[in-house]
């Protein structure tokens, strides 16, 4: 119990480490900087798609060969592509660095449509961790307990400058110290919501987590393609990002073999 406890806050600290940052940088971070953290965020979660969601779901059904072993994973995945997209596509939000928000025409504000777009990116994560945490309890796929505090500590140390990117421009966008560091907090805090949900969902439903495997799996490379990555591509400096997704696929990568 204390391992899963341990296993859904851990990311939401990972968050709350990288806000507090804005107690001791200036108002806004160097698009250099700000480059690398995006890379290295696109990199962990790329890593933990692959070897902590999909390969599991696909040696999840052990008793299937072929394309029928296969089958759930690729619906999954797509499916959590899609989901994403229609959140997206629902949800009034704003990308760092654009002035255009998007999805449907709203009155929030910048800080507020900041928040949303925020809370879409943690979602999938918060899933990738509660599913991984459930089929560890139940025993399937062969993920062990250390495997999923694997994923959560990958999830956290890339939502250390995930934090950090987010209470920036909300202090940038003329909020204080404090409540930039909140704003920047509390985002995280659909993460472990997210991740108890999932963990509920995979003890009734065993015969769908593959399906869900996958799904987060989908969701989490949805906001990587769509946010990230073109975030970080943006400009000058962009080979800097690609070092940062380096470092972060090759860390989360060695967590998860060590440690699962």
């Not at 879409?120 to 495997?147: D, R, W």
């Not at 409540?179 to 919501?193: K, M, N």
């Not at 380096?246 to 967590?255: P, R, S």
């Amino acid at each position: 119990m204390d391992g899963i406890i341990i296993g859904l806050l851990i990311p939401l600290l990972g968050t709350i480490i990288g806000s507090s940052f804005v107690f001791f940088m200036k108002d806004e971070m160097s698009p250099l900087v700000q480059k690398i953290l995006l890379g290295f965020a696109s990199g962990v979660m790329i890593a933990a798609s692959v070897w902590s969601l999909l390969i599991p779901s696909i040696n999840f059904v052990n008793d299937a060969e072929g394309f029928m072993q296969v089958m759930p994973a690729a619906v999954g995945f797509l499916a959590g592509m899609g989901f994403l997209l229609l959140i997206d596509r629902l949800t009034p939000h704003l990308h760092l660095g654009d002035p255009n928000p998007e999805g449907p025409k709203s009155k929030l504000s910048r800080t507020t449509m900041l928040s949303l777009a925020v809370t879409i990116h943690n979602l999938p994560e918060g899933m990738a961790v509660g599913v991984v945490l459930g089929t560890a309890i139940s025993g399937g796929a062969e993920i062990s307990i250390a495997a999923a505090l694997a994923m959560s500590i990958g999830i956290a140390i890339q939502n250390i400058p995930e934090g950090a990117i987010i209470s920036m421009p909300v202090r940038a966008a003329g909020n204080s110290r404090w409540r930039s560091f909140l704003i920047g907090g509390l985002s995280g805090i659909v993460e472990p919501i997210g991740a108890i949900l999932v963990i509920m969902l995979t003890a009734w439903l065993t015969p769908v987590v593959p399906y869900m495997l996958a799904f987060a799996a989908g969701a989490m490379i949805y906001v990587v393609i769509e946010e990230l990555i073109p975030e970080a591509s943006q400009g000058e400096h962009s080979n800097v990002s690609t070092i940062g997704f380096a470092l972060g696929f090759v860390l989360m990568m060695i967590l998860d073999v060590v440690l699962g």
